[in-house]
Antibody
């Protein structure tokens, strides 16, 4: 059973960089067919996909956040990370890491971390 | 961009009721449609993938159907633990992914 756990500061000041890490356990982050994703949820709102990374480092980001977001992977530590720069109050949200299973016929987010609330405030 | 809508936005139902939630895509997404359940304070949980495939461990009272632009999630007999918000998610436009706005199911 794959488990994901987010970690990082719960409070970030405006204009600074939000940094989160997701530790993957129960399987190798290099497992075939998987991409490692970040998804966020503004308070009381729906889900917004931020982006993903493959174990080899290929990334794809939501165009609405692309200019501010960076996702990296550390296979030696079986973890991946999110950086979102120039944050504002609009970036206050619960941030989830999730595994994306992708094949030629199906693509879905099957395992999720518990989520971590990040508040942007001075 | 493919837009996803869900209806209703919320519904009230009783234990034992049959519940149907609809998800519509702005263009055909074939069967690249997944359903998730989210309870308050918890991460979403995958229920159905590829429109009609039940994820392992999910009770058989959940079912999904549809293809193209119109999809449904059905709960055949609502149980107390099913009161939650349900999201559809399209993966046709991968590597770009989008979720529907959600349908909240609460107790009548």
């Amino acid at each position: 059973q794959v488990q994901l756990q987010e970690s990082g500061p719960g409070l970030v000041k405006p204009s600074q960089t939000l940094s989160l890490t997701c530790i993957v356990s129960g399987d190798s982050i290099s497992s075939g067919g998987y991409y490692w994703s970040w998804i966020r949820q503004h308070p009381g709102k729906g889900l917004e996909w931020i982006g993903y990374i493959s174990y080899s480092g290929s990334t794809y980001y939501n165009p609405s956040l692309k200019s501010r977001v960076s996702i990296s992977v550390d296979t030696s530590k079986n973890q991946f990370s999110l950086k979102l720069n120039s944050v504002t109050a609009a970036d206050t949200a619960v941030y989830y890491c999730a595994s994306l299973y992708s094949s030629s016929r199906v693509r879905y987010f099957d395992y999720w971390g518990q989520g971590t609330l990040v508040t942007v405030s001075s | 961009d493919i837009q996803m809508t869900q209806s209703p936005a919320s519904l009230s139902a009783s234990v034992g009721d049959r519940v149907t939630i609809t998800c519509r895509a702005s263009q055909s997404i074939f069967n690249y449609l997944n359903w998730y359940q989210q309870k308050p304070g918890k991460a979403p949980k995958l229920l159905i993938y590829a429109a009609s495939n039940l994820q392992s461990g999910v009770p058989s009272r959940f079912s999904g159907s549809g293809s193209g632009t119109d999809f449904t999630l059905t709960i055949s007999s609502l149980q107390p633990e099913d009161f939650a918000t349900y999201y559809c998610q399209q993966s046709y436009s991968a590597p770009l992914f989008a979720f529907g706005p959600g349908t909240k199911v609460d107790i009548k």
